[in-house]
T-cell receptor, first 116, second 112 residues
Framework: GAGVSQSPRYKVAKRGQDVALRCDPI?????LFWYQQALGQGPEFLTY????????KSGLPSDRFFAERPEGSVSTLKIQRTQQEDSAVYLC??????????????FGSGTRLTVV | GQNIDQPTEMTATEGAIVQINCTYQ??????LFWYQQHAGEAPTFLSY????GLEEKGRFSSFLSRSKGYSYLLLKELQMKDSASYLC?????????????FGAGTRLAVHP
């Protein structure tokens, strides 16, 4: 596609519910990143995929967070047993190679998760 | 740890010039990026500096001093549509790939 697509755009979950957030990166992009952005803050790194391999998951806040990219294209971020502190915008970004080109990463518009 | 500092908020007048500063202390450096983010939208790329000096791109310019761990974004001829958050991000190279670490962002309000 022309850009990075994320769905759903908004998600309201009851505390304790499991959620799945989807990211469709730009076709052919090797690198895929997930970031978490709290209100009024900058994006915080969660995890990184190079094709289907998850090379870095150091930013995942707990074992309730899980991400996958089984075929090296679409990625899903899953949050189990959601808590109120999980409320944030989850951003996905992709890049052609293993690092930002001169044009950085291309971000999706994000999924705004609200846990009630 | 990684530390990237930028002012929380700034205000400016339409048609004026504003400079947004960013200082960083990171373990490693492989370039500095500036992104613009309107409320509820995706961050969009503005500029990239990897060498010291000034990069100019239309109304926007970005400066980098690696020895001082300092960058600024200069916006000229401000327009109302420039009201947004501006994110400073440092690229860190580790494990064979680059990772962007972001500051908290600077919210710029442009008024008539």
């Amino acid at each position: 596609g022309a850009g990075v697509s994320q769905s759903p755009r908004y998600k309201v979950a009851k505390r304790g519910q499991d959620v799945a957030l989807r990211c469709d990166p730009i076709s052919g992009h090797v690198s895929l990143f997930w970031y978490q952005q709290a209100l009024g803050q900058g994006p915080e790194f969660l995890t990184y995929f190079q094709n289907e391999a998850q090379l870095d998951k150091s930013g995942l806040p707990s074992d309730r967070f899980f991400a996958e990219r089984p075929e090296g294209s679409v990625s899903t971020l899953k949050i189990q047993r959601t808590q109120q502190e999980d409320s944030a915008v989850y951003l996905c970004a992709s890049s052609l190679g293993p690092g930002p080109t001169d044009y950085g990463y291309t971000f999706g518009s994000g999924t705004r998760l609200t846990v009630v | 740890g990684q530390n990237i500092d930028q002012p929380t908020e700034m205000t400016a007048t339409e048609g004026a010039i504003v400079q947004i500063n960013c200082t960083y202390q990171t373990s490693g450096f492989n370039g500095l990026f500036w992104y613009q983010q309107h409320a509820g939208e995706a961050p969009t790329f503005l500029s990239y500096n990897v060498l010291d000096g000034l990069e100019e791109k239309g109304r926007f310019s970005s400066f980098l001093s690696r020895s001082k761990g300092y960058s600024y974004l200069l916006l000229k001829e401000l327009q109302m549509k420039d009201s947004a958050s501006y994110l400073c991000a440092v690229a860190l190279f580790s494990g064979g790939y680059n990772k962007l670490i972001f500051g908290a962002g600077t919210r710029l309000a442009v008024h008539p």
